[in-house]
């Protein structure tokens, strides 16, 4: 089993910039691939970014260019920084895990809200 912790949500004006952090613990092995997905009220959860534990990133085109996502292996901790942020970023964010056997993303945090006043 993994879990996953994430922090570092809250409220910001459209502009300005937010870092998320999920730190993992467990099983970290049986994982690769980290992601962080986000809802919005209404919405679908949807993919924000992805990194592979070689560290080879994937961006929704919504974000590219405004968020960087990162992973600290030696810390189990991967980051997501949202800078330029508009209201539409608004949401809970989801770190996510990849089950290294399966291809699952079978691990979730518990999520973190991020609103974004205009």
């Known amino acids: 089993q993994v879990q996953l912790v994430e922090s570092g949500g809250g409220l910001v004006q459209a502009g300005g910039s937010l870092r998320l952090s999920c730190a993992a613990s467990?099983?970290?092995?049986?994982?690769?691939?980290m992601g962080w997905y986000r809802q919005a009220p209404g919405k679908q959860r949807e993919l924000v970014a992805s990194?592979?534990?070689?560290?080879?990133?994937n961006y929704a085109d919504s974000v590219e260019g405004r968020f960087t996502i990162s992973r600290d292996s030696a810390k189990n901790t991967m980051y997501l920084q949202m800078n330029s942020l508009k209201p539409e970023d608004t949401g809970v964010y989801y770190c996510?895990?990849?089950?290294?056997?399966?291809?699952?993303?079978?691990?979730w945090g518990q999520g973190t809200q991020v609103t974004v006043s205009s």
């Open positions: 990194i592979s534990s070689g560290g080879s990133t």
């Open positions: 996510t895990a990849r089950q290294r056997a399966t291809g699952w993303y079978a691990y």
């Open positions: 467990g099983s970290i092995f049986s994982i690769d691939t």
